[in-house]
């Protein structure tokens, strides 16, 4: 019988019980056990995190028939310990003080443990709950999501550094306690510096990037074929006049995220909503639209040529801070970019968007951002582009992209007196967000950060070659008839037009265009 695929399921008796499907990582799990004691886990949000600290929970609670016909099942002697499980995401801090609802969450925990805490503070009484808890048994120690309180306030500076205060004044007491913690695992999107929230507490081991937990989280591409063999076919078959080979299509959807450059996975959540809906969407990137990050690339200068194929040092992505924030480290850990490869010679790492589903979705994001348009007015204009495009309506292609430029207000876009190279990549990022949103391929060679913009885009019955050039359309299409970028498809039997497209700084829009036909 086909199981029910869990999502939004994160309590893993719920998901055994009710016979979800499960993807097996007990072995992964069972190493992580045992090979240590204290960890540190980032990873974005929707990628099973909350799944599996319940998975530790239970283990370490000895619930050993929750594991039957798993991996884990003979291997450990489930032996009960104390468990605390501090899980952010549930606490109401927002509404009662993230100190409140920590001393609230405490006391929960000795309750059940008929524990009496007579400290006088949530430091104190997370220390005190240690001791006792441990003096039997040693304790594991779970913390789910635990920069929730100050990722919630990313943009309230004095708020999140306040709960960042009292995070580190609840982690202070940690080290001091070793000889009462069996196991302690913190979890979170990110990490922030060591000397904000951890400086007591640097014995963490940060497996965020170590090869040997890259597939503790997600899909591997094995996985994937094993355990949905049953639901992909259903899926082959509804797009076999689409994408002849599913698989592949999966693939550069959903797959694509790693942590060592080496290893790949599928998000967790796109996949249980792909084959339960049996449709091809964005779904991990609309539970959680970045307005914030939008805005934070276009005050900053960034330009989409920023994000792609992005290199940087390791060390780059070990510390978050919220008053000095590093784009590209933010966006590698919130999953929005990815690392594709990382030589250990340099320590130089290759940030890329992941797959199909995030580059489509933060592209859109980022061009109704940078011309001041709702998404579905920036939707709409796309759709009217691309039928264009399909009709060989060079006129009308030009009167849309206007349009699009039209609504830039003078403070957003970039003042004349900044330097050529700023304004022009500002403009060609609009422009170039819009090409790559039509669906067809953009030769990245020639697309490149320094401003020269040449399109390729083939239609049933035509090729567009089009150069997008601050200046006059005369030059624009004599640049691309000098570069004879036209010359390798003349073998086509499809018909070949040349556009050149002129901007004007003083008008910020299209001052004209020019277009011809070679065949």
Known sequence: MQKKLPIGVQEFSK????EYLYVDKTEIIYNLINQGIYYFLSRPRRFGKSLMISILKEIFQGNQELFEGLWIHDKMDWEACPVIHLDFSKMSEKTIGLQSALESRLAEIARENKIDLV???????????????????????????????????VDDPDKADHNREVLKNLYSVVKGNDKYIRFFLLTGVSKFSQVSIFSDLNNLNDISTDENYATLLGYTQQELEFYFKEFIPVLAQKYADYFPDILKAIKEWYNGYSWDGAHFVYNPFSILNLFEKNVFRDYWFQTGTPTFLMKLIRQNGYSPFDLKNRQLNINYFNTFDLRNIELNALLFQTGYLTMKAFNFGTNIVTLDFPNREVEEAF????????SQRTKEQAGSILFKLGQAVEAGETETFVELMKSMFANITYPLAPVKKSTPEHQERYYHSIFYLCLKLLGYQIDAEIMTHDGRIDAVLQTAAQIWVIEFKLGTAESALEQIQEKAYHLKYTASDKKILLLGIGFSVESRNISDFQCISVK
């Open 119 to 153: 400290t006088p503070n949530y430091s104190t009484q997370f220390d005190e709950l240690i001791r006792k808890l441990g003096s039997g048994k040693k304790v594991a120690i779970l913390v789910d999501e635990y920069d929730k309180p100050i990722i919630d306030h």
């Open 15 to 18: 998901l055994i019980k009710e």
């Open 363 to 370: 592209s859109i994001h980022l061009l109704a951002e940078f």
